[in-house]
């Protein structure tokens, strides 16, 4: 299987996105980082803490990715935000 990966902009104002090919063998893996804003929020989240089930990444081809969620609370409130604390970074061939 082959990922597109793409590095995205630091603001999401930019348009321009720089793309690469990560190929992985039948049964190979790949890694990526997450990064999230701890929750809860108290200015929003006013009904408590939003703790997801799960987190599904779509690549560029479709192709979803659905993991489970290990447990804490999550900064759900980021919908405004002009540089989000919460992404996944670009996708990487493991060794």
Known sequence: ?????????ACSE????????VSVPGGGSVLATLTYLAG???ACDTNGPWVPSRMVVTLADGLELTAGWPGQSVDDCQ???????TFVGPFAASK
């Open 40 to 42: 809860p929020d108290d």
């Open 79 to 85: 919908d405004g935000a002009t540089h989000p604390g």
């Open 1 to 9: 299987m082959a990922l597109a990966v793409a590095a995205l902009p």
């Open 14 to 21: 930019s348009l321009s996105v720089v793309t690469s090919t």
